[in-house]
């Protein structure tokens, strides 16, 4: 039984207030497999590059034990690029530029030893491509988490609409939340969402934590805080791969399971902000992360005992 | 030995989204000694207001075991009033109105019972008159806890550096913090402030709860997530009196027990924000304070078990 990752393996160019990169690698199948690999170690990953796209790349993913033989390398095509610039804040960014290239005519194909997927993470990409991941399946995995974004909430709305009622999980940052369901209090939009479909609702608030709903309960892991955020390109997407990954090695999709899982997230994504790209979350070792994680524990950890 | 309270006593006239009130019964030293008074029942207060404050409000502090003794009320003059205009998102306002009145020649008077100080809330006034309150007590308080905002770091700032030598905890606003520390970070904000005296740091986020910071350790405490913020007048002053009412009581100044105090701050802060002005604070019982103090547990309560 394995955890199938589908998304984006792309170049991107980015300009933070620290810097400035020339094309590096990303995408959101990068970063949620890499995350997911600390955790769990068979991850199957679907998606498509052009044969621009370096080989080193794909063996340093190969390195992390993630299988690629669902890759696409179109030859004579470009892989996906995206460019951006973050303003001072770091909480919003200006899209410079997006090249779809291969990813207009992407078509995904599930070799036949990706089948036994018992944990399915549906990165960002658009919808109709989500669904036809879903439909190629033999069967329905254990659990399915989706991450979308607002472009297709503007776009491709139905198809979105439809595809909330076949996953178990969502996640979407606070914009999108308010977007998707209308209301401003994130409180009554995880009610609207939530009775959309999928079961969890994950709304990630960037240097605000995130907050886990199902049913009336609710759960909150923070962000931890850092002296400085130095790339938020693929936080949210490392956030999805720990998510993931911790559930997928623990096989156990409790509430309470869950929340270790957003912990392990945020632990991940509070990585991956430290350096450019994927810099930072190629290379940590077992310590590091446990040390993290235990960071975060620390931060939050107190002791009341109420006499009922 | 008691806990002394000083900052204002003051009418309030606000508008939301929600409503609009006329003049309603606020104040820093108002809304921290309701809030304190779940906790700790001795509490003395020193603020001043004209004779057109209600001989009710104050019989409503009394109730709630406020001692008004150090409350100047200053015949033929008006009380401070402030009135303010909230946005639709609620984290930003506009002033449309101060009028200092008994305010602008308060000379705080400490009556001789008030002199068995232990804990001192130096509610947000003028760090002139803050510092005077220190001047005139006979022992320095085993914890003196400091609230102030930009508008004082704006017109008084060499008073209110003087002053953060003199004191123990620091409670500000994120953006306060950024403006007094020239640093965006909040962790960087937060070593450049304790550098300036305090032991202790409280950063307030609002709607994204409040950091503690202490030599290198840090405590977060998420806010509650609510389906309505109404009315988030008094929220910052109602933390700092849920703060220091359960420091007075305890008596312990531990790190662990200001990260305990943290989150009975903010659980007052939660009720504070559910109606306008001081209505959610004035008659709350204790099983509804457990009650919320519970949901603050069930929030951000997980449980990993790391294997050293």
Redesign the interface.
Known sequence: MSLLVIGTVAFDAIETPFGKTDKIVGGAATFISLAASYFTSKINLVSVVGDDFPQEAIAMLQKRKVNTDGLQIKQGEKTFFWSGKYH??MNSRDTLDTQLNVLATFDPTIPAEYQDCEFLMLGNLAPSVQHQVLDRLANRPKLVVLDTMNFWMDIALDELTSLLKRVDVLTINDEEARQLSGE?????ASQKILAMGPKYLIIK?GE??A?LFYND??????AL?????FDPTGAGDSFAGGFIGYIAETKDISF?NM??A??FGSAMASFSVEKFGTERIQNLNSVEV?ER??QF????Q???S?V?
């Open positions: 001072n804040d401003y209090s994130l409180v009554k608030k605000h934590g907050l309960q609710v759960f909150f892991a923070p805080p850092l002296e400085e955020v309470d929340k270790r957003v912990i446990d994680v235990q524990i620390d931060l939050v107190f002791d009341i109420l009922g």
